[in-house]
DNA sequence: GATTGTGAATAGATTCACAGCT
DNA sequence: AGCTGTGAATCTATTCACAATC
């Protein structure tokens, strides 16, 4: 049965763990699972991944389970990940240079084209395949490279603006790292991760 | 009302928010504020952040608002902030370095006391106040500097044999950046934090 | 016999709306 | 008059339990 309304964005944060999974299995030359070795295998409800699944149509054979490649093959799709995503990074700092340098983001379905700071004394390093460039060539570096995605690791202060910037070159989805709520537009939506966040979490229950 | 049950992690990350906005409100010498006023600033409901706050007393003035300082005093502590945190990290690549670097883990409650590697190439860099560790140092450094928290920041393939180092060691809290599920041990929690799941549902939007 | 898909039950989180203070 | 604290209502998510299917 097609999904008619939205998947959750807690569910869709568990396609991706289950899509890990189906992975590992897939070299390890695993062609088929139940949901209940998946819920051993990586903690949860086998029930849940169930429901999760059955989202988006009758995936698995009574009685006998779910294949895997196809399994994986439609969780690619559903998270859209079944095509190159490229994206930009915002600020050449810590951790701007650090998630250029990440292999994930250069892996599988994302591909970092290009990274851009607004000091002077930074434009021109050179960071393995990339350069930095200067946020001034944003929005031509945009339309040239057709990236439709953005890491935002600017300072607190100068996040808004850039976010500002990014929406008017056409990115539609930004990853923002600055402890900071964006102030979103429509067409361009953002995701705040904020690692202190994290860490306090943490703190809390060291009570 | 003191609590009686355990509070949700979904609040105790909106007690951060809080907390943030707070510490702004305080540096722009503001002393009182209403919920209203909280959920106009940074996008929530009213309703929401009275009903957070009312689970550890009664914070707030009927009529009035909510004492600014009082209040930041009183998230502070609830959520183990009014001490500092020692951690250490364990990884000193990208991600690992990045985070050494990053001021926002040296100021406020948490300080960041000492970084491991196991590559012999990479002990003894420096990085600022700080420099690199070998592994095999981990339970000594620790025991001396009294670290609770830690930060892993290793390939996924080594992600489960440190946390069980760090166990050893008696760090207490892990946040862990390596896109694998750890098998926790009672006494030592881990969260995880998973850039590409991030990427992914940003991704999952741009069908 | 095994395992999915799913309606019903339960648990959890958010919003509403208003009584109760100041 | 204004704003908090909170029970009741609503909405969302998870788990249960079993009929349907292979």
Redesign the pocket.
């Known amino acids: 049965?097609p999904q008619s309304t939205e998947i959750?964005s807690?569910?869709i944060n568990r396609l991706s763990v289950y899509l890990r999974g189906l992975r590992a299995l897939q070299s390890q030359n695993i062609q088929r699972i139940?949901?209940?070795e998946m819920a051993r295998r990586f903690q949860l409800?086998?029930?849940?991944i169930?429901?999760d699944?059955?989202q988006f149509g009758?995936?698995?054979?009574?009685?006998?389970?779910?294949d895997v490649s196809h399994l994986r093959q439609k969780l690619e799709s559903q998270l859209g990940l079944d095509r190159e995503h490229r994206a930009v990074i915002v600020g050449a700092g810590n951790i701007g240079t650090a998630l250029a340098r990440f292999p994930g983001l250069n892996s599988g379905s994302f591909k970092v084209v290009a990274l851009f700071d607004n000091d002077p004394s930074r434009i021109g390093d050179d960071l393995g395949e990339l350069k930095v460039s200067s946020s001034q060539d944003l929005k031509a570096v945009v339309r040239e490279t057709g990236a439709e995605m953005a890491i935002l690791a600017v300072p607190a202060e100068a996040a808004q603006e850039n976010y500002e910037a990014l929406a008017d070159a056409g990115i539609k989805a930004v990853l923002n790292f600055a402890p900071v709520q964006i102030k979103e537009r429509p067409e361009t939506r953002v995701k705040t991760v904020d690692l202190l966040i994290f860490l306090e979490e943490l703190a809390s229950t060291l009570r």
């Open positions: 049965m959750s807690l569910t139940s949901s209940s409800s086998a029930a849940q169930r429901k699944l059955a009758e995936l698995g054979i009574r009685g006998v389970g779910y």
